[in-house]
Each structure stands twice: as C-alpha cells, then as structure tokens.
C-alpha cells in the first residue's frame, strides 16, 4: 500500500512539470496572430525603466538578433528578425530592504516583432503584440489592437519607434 502510494507520488511529480511546460506553449495568440514568443523569460536585458506615475517596473529585453544589435549599437534601425519584448511587474518596497522597490505582481509581457515587410500594413515596420496577467490573455479584441501601441510610440518614430536606448555596459 505505502509503496503505491510512493509510486503515485513519483508519477505525479514526473507529470506535474511537464504540465507547467506546456502551458506556456498554450497561450492564445494575438488577435493578428502573432505568437507568445517562446523561452521569452530566458531572453538577455537590454535596459530597465521605473515609471513614477503609476509605479510600475519593467524590464525590456530581446530575442538573440536584437542583443546582438544593441550590443553592436546597430539600433536604429533595428534588424529584420529582432524581437523586443518588454514585462511590467507593479512595484513594492524591497521585503528586506525598504530603501529599494522590488517587482510584484505581473502586469503584462509586450512585444514588437520588426519585419520591414509588414510596413506597408501599419506603417511602422513592426508588428506588435501584448499578454496580459498571469494567465497570459492576448490584449485588443481585433488586430486594429496596435493602433493603440503605435499612437504611443509615435514620438520616437525617429528612432525607429523605439523608446529604449541599450543601458551602458562596460
Ligand atoms: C502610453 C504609451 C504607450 C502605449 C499605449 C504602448 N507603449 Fe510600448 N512603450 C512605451 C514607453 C514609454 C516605452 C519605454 C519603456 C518604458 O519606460 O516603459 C515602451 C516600450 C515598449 C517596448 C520596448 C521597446 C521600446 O520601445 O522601448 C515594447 C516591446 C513595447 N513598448 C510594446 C508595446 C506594445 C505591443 C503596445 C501595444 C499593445 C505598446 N507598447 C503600447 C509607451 C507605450
């Protein structure tokens, strides 16, 4: 009896992973079709930004051709194939030390995909696409959803839509 019980103990631990894996591979797309890029969480850094008004913290990060870029200072423009994402976390004050904030709850993961073939779609050269919460929900009830992502990021049109310049490293 003990040792069924372990057995199905040792099953459910071998199971229960391999669910959380898949998981992520389940997320809806976006409603013009883009995919939750895969092994997002696991992409290098490119630059972090607090934003005051609403206290929120985010990291913006990309996909091996944009790292590449940025490390090259080649970011303007961007190449064909770079992806950068971006996640918004609100923020607290750091547990074990109040002189810090520290992420909290996950706001939302975003994403511009730049593909100059696109261009003549929306104008911008980038397709855009944003995950929202912890279960991941695609934002925008219809691909006209990125109207709303491109009329924010209007103002550095110049630097190829892109807000973020790559932080300093040595
Ligand atoms: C209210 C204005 C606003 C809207 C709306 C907006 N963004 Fe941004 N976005 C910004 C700003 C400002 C940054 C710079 C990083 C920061 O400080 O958060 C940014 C950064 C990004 C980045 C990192 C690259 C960069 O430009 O720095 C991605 C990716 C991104 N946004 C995707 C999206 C997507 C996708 C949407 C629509 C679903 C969207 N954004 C809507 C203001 C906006």
């Known amino acids: 009896m003990f040792c069924k019980r372990l057995n199905i103990l040792i099953l459910l631990s071998l199971i ?6 898949a998981g992520d591979a389940g997320v809806q797309a976006a409603p013009n079709g883009l995919e939750l ?7 290098p850094v490119i630059s972090i ?22 490390r090259a200072g080649q970011t303007n423009p961007w190449p064909d194939g770079a992806i950068l994402g971006k996640v918004v976390w609100k923020e607290t004050a750091k547990e074990n030390w109040p002189k810090a904030i520290a992420p909290k709850e996950f706001v939302h993961a975003e994403f511009m995909f730049k593909d100059t073939k696109a261009y003549k779609t929306n104008g911008t050269g980038w397709q855009w696409a944003r995950w929202v919460g912890m279960e991941q929900k695609p934002f925008g009830k219809n691909a006209e959803f990125s109207k709303v992502c491109i009329s924010c990021h ?8 892109v807000f973020t310049t790559p932080a300093q490293l040595p």
């Open 154 to 161: 209007t103002p550095v049109k110049s630097s190829d839509w």
């Open 49 to 70: 930004s607090h934003r005051i008004d609403n206290h929120t913290l985010r990291v913006i990060f990309g996909n091996d051709i944009a790292i590449k870029a940025a």
């Open 37 to 43: 890029p895969e092994g997002y969480k696991d992409w």
């Open 16 to 21: 229960v992973p391999v669910y959380a894996a």
